[in-house]
């Protein structure tokens, strides 16, 4: 075969694979999103979509590893006949079926998925794996592993595009529809793939299921791949509530394990030398770092999060590249993968946010890769040191001085006001000699991390003062003067003790729009007010009820509920409003279940962290306050938020749904700041020209809602966060 005919061959095959994937990252947040405002924001629809994804993906290469038994032609035939049938779900869609209220989102999560993309993602799933098989055969036995690099740039293309390109641009029909068009130039490409395989190949022999090697080698290649999947999930979590909630910050993390296939995936000389001396390295000062997660550099210790996952994901992947068996058990190969990934995303995603009350699932993959990835020492020295006869008591007395360090730098009488930090570098400098001797360099890296973070993250669980949930950890500090619930960086409530004990604080004091407002409720509604909240936080908001006035709180966190009505660590509840129903679940759902016209007020203050629950501020969710609302209700919006600029939203929702607006931006009087008062930003919505002059007699601060020229706000069929990022505008919003 000339190298022309060669080089084409293989871009048949590139094109194919990267496409497939391509394709498989967009299908993935599209039906997230149209899912969303059926099945709500609750963290069972999110961890059971993680789940059905990953189910199909195992069932795709489990389906790919069975074809392999068969002769590629035949594998070809079965697989377009297979692309064909699945073709029959497009242009896919969740159709006209409605989730019964009260209803399981363990059930019907995946009904709804598997219904409306299963066939597409298994078909799709299949493909990298396959494909490079079948450019084994077709190239006469070249080394079809480089291909993968292909699948996870068509991956990283995928999921990259479709928060900065396609959900801008597109609703949601016309990205199916594109989805489609996709899926037929894929088919077209695997077509032509399948044209080029030979006639007549030999059928595969299949190896036992008992042979100890490929059972040894399935385990090496599980825990390979677990590893840096479960550190990806885990640096997301860690970032997105112990450092910065920065929105489309879980794209980094997922990006960058993608990147690390490409540059792992390759015979390097160089490579391999640079990550068994250098990963350690990163590992033993990085990670420790991170764990200690000073608030006060945030983007800094992002930074060291990113740099020191690509780094773990890069010397997994590559020792998975070294590890790799020939090209005739390749889909059993991958399907391990796919397996460890699987089993990392299910242990950060969903085994750890019930196991434990911080993310120490962070600390312990870092752990796991310290003992996972090849060292190399890093002066000639130290690699005669852990080669000689002396190896073994160099390692116990390496081990016991890390420990003799540990236990006096914990110790702020023997060391100083610096004891945290003399002990770190002390035991920095037994791992770098350790670096080369797996078990020495263990014990090191671990004495790292407990000092830095580790300590106090186990003291603070002990103390109970911190609670985990899908949504985050909430960490409730008891001060003198005051207790306050943290929510990662984000301070969820403060409650003043004494006399004070009543006295709302942080965003909804009493000049916060949401103060006046409730301050208001008796004037605008009489003695018996109907009033709602979506988001409990602290339950500061139940200090504004009155004698005679029907509250109701929605809360989709039970950890929350318990947190301020039940733990005993807050009590506005108690103290103000005993009698204030509360509703948990998603807020959107549980509204839609009420009758109409069944509130006279509803303060939305719904988001976590800086984080945005989307379907909550789309046009077709007003609409559904505005049905719960009387015709002269007044619905609340808090926008106060570091990175989004949210009042064009809520003007959009507002122009579409006829209401009219008023919004008050607040800054805290010098008074307000010692009761711990914060700037907050709310509007205030009414079809109701009475209710926001009223408001407006009672403070000068409210100023009129203005829509911005060119921005429609959201729909469930149209919504991104990208136009509204404080980072890309310039109008000081």
């Not at 450019?135 to 996870?152: E, H, I, K, Q």
């Not at 990259?160 to 037929?184: F, K, N």
């Not at 993310?359 to 852990?386: D, K, M, N, S, V």
Request: proline share 6%; aromatic share 10%; net charge positive.
């Amino acid at each position: 075969m000339t190298t022309a005919r060669a080089a084409a061959r293989r871009g048949w095959f590139v094109a194919a694979i990267l496409g497939g994937s391509f394709l498989l990252f967009l299908v993935q947040p599209m039906v997230a999103r149209m899912a969303l405002p059926r099945l709500g924001g609750a963290p069972a629809v999110w961890n059971s979509a993680m789940l059905v994804y990953q189910a199909l993906l195992l069932v795709g290469y489990g389906y790919a590893h069975w074809l392999s038994r068969f002769r590629v032609r035949t594998q070809a035939a079965l697989h377009l006949g297979l692309l064909a049938l699945a073709a029959l779900w497009l242009p896919f869609g969740l159709g006209t079926m409605q989730v019964p209220p009260g209803a399981q989102p363990a059930l019907w999560v995946p009904w709804l998925l598997v219904t409306a993309i299963g066939p597409l993602f298994l078909a799709i799933s299949a493909q990298a794996p396959l494909l490079q098989r079948w450019y084994a055969v077709a190239s006469g036995g070249r080394d079809p592993y480089a291909l993968y690099a292909a699948s996870n740039i068509g991956s990283f293309a995928g999921l990259l595009a479709y928060p900065l390109l396609v959900e801008p641009l597109l609703r949601l029909r016309s990205q199916s529809w594109l989805w489609t068009a996709g899926y037929a130039v894929v088919a077209l490409l695997v077509l032509a793939c399948a044209s080029r395989l030979p006639r007549g190949d030999a059928p595969p022999t299949q190896a036992s299921a008992t042979d100890v090697p490929i059972l040894r080698d399935w385990a090496r290649w599980i825990v390979l791949a677990l590893v840096p999947s479960g550190l990806m999930l885990a640096t997301t979590t860690f970032l997105t509530t112990d450092i910065v909630a920065v929105p489309l910050l879980w794209v980094l993390p997922l990006g960058l394990y993608l990147l690390s296939f490409p540059l792992a995936f390759r015979t390097s000389a160089l490579l391999d030398d640079l990550l068994e001396r250098c990963v350690p390295l990163v590992l033993l000062l990085f990670g420790a770092t991170l764990v200690a997660g000073d608030q006060r550099l945030a983007y800094v210790n992002a930074l060291i999060g990113l740099v020191l996952l690509f780094a773990v994901s890069v010397a997994c992947h590559a020792r998975l590249y070294a590890l790799r068996p020939a090209p005739e058990r390749l889909t059993g190969f991958y399907l391990a993968m796919a397996v460890g990934g699987a089993l990392g995303g299910v242990f950060a995603g969903l085994v750890a946010p019930v196991l434990f009350d911080w993310t120490y699932e962070y600390p312990l993959l870092i752990l796991a890769a310290g003992l996972l990835i090849p060292q190399r020492a890093l002066a000639e020295p130290f690699a005669q040191l852990w080669a000689s006869r002396w190896r073994v008591p160099a390692g116990l007395v390496s081990g016991t001085a890390v420990v003799v360090i540990v236990a006096a730098g914990v110790n702020e009488h023997l060391l100083g006001a610096m004891h945290v930090q003399l002990a770190f570098v002390a035991v920095a400098a037994i791992g770098l000699v350790a670096i080369g001797a797996r078990w020495p360099f263990a014990v090191a890296l671990v004495g790292g991390l407990f000092l830095l973070g580790g300590y106090n993250a186990i003291q603070t669980s002990l103390s109970g003062a911190r609670t985990r949930s899908y949504f985050g950890v909430y960490t409730v500090s008891d001060k003198p003067h005051e207790r306050r619930l943290a929510h990662g960086t984000t301070l969820h409530g403060v409650e003043l003790k004494g006399a004070r004990a009543t006295h709302p604080t942080t965003y909804y004091q009493a000049g916060s729009g949401v103060g006046q407002a409730m301050q208001a409720a008796p004037l605008l509604y009489g003695a018996g007010a109907r009033i709602g909240v979506v988001g409990l936080g602290t339950g500061t908001l139940a200090c504004y009820a009155r004698p005679g006035q029907h509250w109701r709180f929605f809360e989709i966190d039970p950890a929350v509920v318990h947190l301020a009505r039940d733990s005993g660590a807050f009590g506005f509840l108690r103290l103000c409003a005993p009698q204030a129903a509360i509703v948990v679940g998603d807020a959107r759902l549980r509204l839609g279940e009420l009758p109409p016209a069944s509130l006279d007020l509803l303060a939305l203050d719904a988001f976590s962290s800086d984080a945005v629950p989307m379907h909550l501020m789309t046009a077709e969710a007003f609409a559904a306050y505005g049905r719960v609302l009387a015709p002269d209700g007044l619905l609340l919006v808090h926008i106060s938020n570091r990175f989004l600029a949210l009042g064009p939203v809520v003007a959009g929702a507002a122009k579409a749904g006829g209401w009219q607006g008023l919004r008050l931006i607040h800054t805290p009087t010098a008074a307000e700041r010692r009761d711990e008062g914060t700037v907050s930003d709310w509007i205030a919505l009414s079809r109701s020209s009475r209710v926001l002059s009223t408001l407006q007699a009672r403070s000068r601060e409210w100023r009129q809602l203005v829509a911005e020229p060119g921005f429609d706000g959201w729909t469930d069929d149209h919504a991104s966060l990208v136009p509204v990022l404080r980072l890309f505008r310039s109008d000081g919003e």
